[in-house]
């Protein structure tokens, strides 16, 4: 069957990227963008950039969009400024030169971060709704792209649809609340559409969590004031726990009622493990750098078992802080499982 | 069956929101979870399913569909000339088709409109005559490969988006070609050498 006239796309803004592989580990990450046609929106999923899938959202078929702000960009600004801070200053009061410059890396590469997501703008999400699917749209994570399409497709979905006078749409979207029984929210009284992809959170692993967490304060106690090879390997086995615990506890919490302030909670001690992991790594560099090894993880795990950090300040610093951290989310932590979740008032 | 439209739902906290959010200027706050929102509700959300039936049961001397005999036919396919009912018929581009000729017409990938995915063969083609580059030992092999695909996959579709799938081919040429150079200088000056 011949074709008709192949369609000519327009690249419209953003650029951003989601999971795939069903379950919370992503198997790949699928790159998003948006294009425009005639008649309609494509998204294009470009995985590694070798294989393209096409998503087509016909304008006559567009029921709603809808754009929430949310706080991701705030949030990334306000965790990458206070560790590029935090570096800059540790920067500033370490005198090996080694140590200077590794900090000095560290600090740019922070700050480099700060400066795009300054740049990028406010953050949002933006879900596109039509009687088979709601669509949340990647590419459009950013308040300034989401409201440039939005500006420039609705001319062309209400030349699609016509466009309703709002009079108009209050009285059927009455009569369509009405067929499903369903009541607009008002505040401290609303109904909430079911969500079927979500399951009862019944898991051990964010206790083990906060446990290992709480277990790291102590290594990280006795590295302070009794450092020996035991104690510096019963700290690494504690950072090893604490890694692995909160990779499962995210797996575990993917999907499920889980209070939302514990999600959020487990994302931050995700955080502050990674960040933890870049800044032993840069002191393993340090380390290495100012000692003769014999390369292996042995002789590392005796250079630092060596180190006191009370001669050390860079080190009596990560250490103090590291265990303060530890012990303030692994006590949050337990403290928020033993709380009962609170209700809100909900009609059916 | 038709299906029952659902009604706007705030994005963060699922509660079902008010026609006062359609269509405003300015973010409003969800009465639920004071996320603030921005929403565009368009008359699609309130057109009824209408499902298409067939036409009646055919008399003498009617014609009927080639895929429901019994069924009359209303139209002819655009592509093949079946006579169809009005089941069997299929608005495309503004044209009448039969299932089987649309079918036909996405298994050949001949119409760009119902493909889902594409090889990017250019890609790969150059990531194939640069990746190996880091370690050259393996250009030996690579660099025919990449030669051999981008010649093979010179008329093969691109991506459906505007894009630079021929000079990323030719540029993936170059390269190759100049890999395989290098290989045939560097024998050679081994040859010349004995």
Known sequence: MPDAAPDRYIRLPGRGNSRK???????????????LGEDHLLQVESTGGYSENYKRFYFRDIQSICLQKTNTWLVINLVLGIIAGL?????LTVRDSAGRVALGIATAIFGFFLLLNLLRGSSCICQLKTAVHLEELPSLRRRRNA?????????????????????????QYAALLANVNAMPATPGQFSRLADPTMSAYRSRAHRMLFFALLAGVVTDTLTIFFPCVLVVLLNMITGCTVAGAVVIALVKQHQTDLKPALRVL?????????????????????VTAGNELDGTQWGYIKAIAALRPFEKPWLLADLSITAALAGIFGTAGLLLLRQPRHERKTTP | MPAIAQPIACPKCKAVLGSD?????????????????????FPALFRE???????????????????????????????????????????FNGRHVCPACLETGRQKGKIAKLQNVRTRHDRIAIALAVLPMLIFY???ITAPAALFYSIWHWKSPGSIVPNRRRLNLVIAIIIASLEIAGWVAFFTWLVIRK
């Open chain 1, 266 to 286: 487990t994302w931050v001690i995700a955080g502050f493990v990674a960040i933890s992991y870049v800044i032993g790594y840069v002191i393993m560099i340090v």
């Open chain 1, 87 to 91: 570096l800059f200053l540790w920067t």
């Open chain 2, 49 to 91: 399913d209408k499902t298409t039936l067939a036409e009646n049961v055919m008399v003498e001397g009617e014609a009927g569909c080639f895929y429901h005999p019994g069924k009359k036919a209303t139209v002819v396919c655009d592509a093949c000339g079946r006579f169809l009912c009005a089941l069997c018929d299929v608005d």
């Open chain 1, 21 to 35: 592989g069903g379950a919370f580990i992503a198997i790949s990450r699928v790159s998003s963008r948006l294009w």
């Open chain 2, 21 to 41: 959010f359609f269509n405003q200027t300015a973010w409003l706050a969800c009465p639920s979870c004071t996320a603030e929102l921005r929403i565009e509700v």
């Open chain 1, 147 to 171: 409201e440039k399409v939005l500006w420039r497709i609705k001319p062309m979905i209400e030349a699609a649809q016509g466009s309703a006078p709002a009079e108009t749409i209050a009285s």
């Open chain 2, 138 to 140: 393996f250009t030996f």
